[in-house]
């Protein structure tokens, strides 16, 4: 989260962005026009039953129609994209999420229980120096499903059950010693 390597994700992340959102709008325009057609006919056939060509096979070609408009409407809904903004001052509100987690750790009252709950997700942790990156890295073992899901209190059901594995590279100024696990 180190300001210069964010802001270089936060480029290529928005550039991405932009070509799916563009790809998306081709998609949904695509989708329109046959929205369009098929109202175009959804009318014509109505026009008919309205003069009196009211026959079984008109009544059903209209009742089809009108069904996949329905659905449609329900469909476009689903295919308008939804842009994910990234805050500008993400690597700060990050570093203040991890101050903030140091801190609480650090309170005797606190560290006990944290501790309990970490050894009951956590299987093992491993930690590795990387003499080619000139880091610390993290593979942290266990239920880690789960452990994603205790910030929010609930469980994350049955799928919690997996056994799941995450590395995770420390940056400078590291020190093991200021983790009790």
Do not use: C
């Amino acid at each position: 989260m180190q300001d210069t390597a964010y802001q270089r994700f936060r480029s290529r992340y928005e550039a991405q962005l932009e070509a799916t959102l563009h790809q998306q709008g081709d998609a949904l325009r695509l989708f329109d026009e046959e929205t369009k057609q098929l109202e175009q006919d959804h009318a014509s056939l109505l026009r008919a039953v309205k003069n009196g060509l009211h026959s079984d096979a008109v009544i059903k070609e209209l009742n089809a129609v009108h069904a996949k408009l329905e659905l449609r409407s329900a469909e476009r809904e689903a295919k308008v994209p939804v842009p994910i903004e990234l805050p500008e001052d993400l690597p700060t509100l990050y570093r203040d999420f991890v101050a903030n987690i140091t801190s609480t750790l650090s309170d005797e009252g606190v560290a006990g229980r944290a501790s309990d709950e970490l050894h009951a997700l956590l299987d093992q942790v491993i930690i590795r120096w990387n003499a080619e990156t000139r880091s610390h890295e993290f593979e942290m073992r266990g239920d880690l499903l789960e452990l994603i899901g205790k910030p929010q209190g609930k469980s994350l059901g049955a799928d919690a059950e997996l056994e799941s594995s995450a590395v995770l590279v420390a940056g400078a100024g590291f020190e093991p010693a200021t983790f009790r696990l």
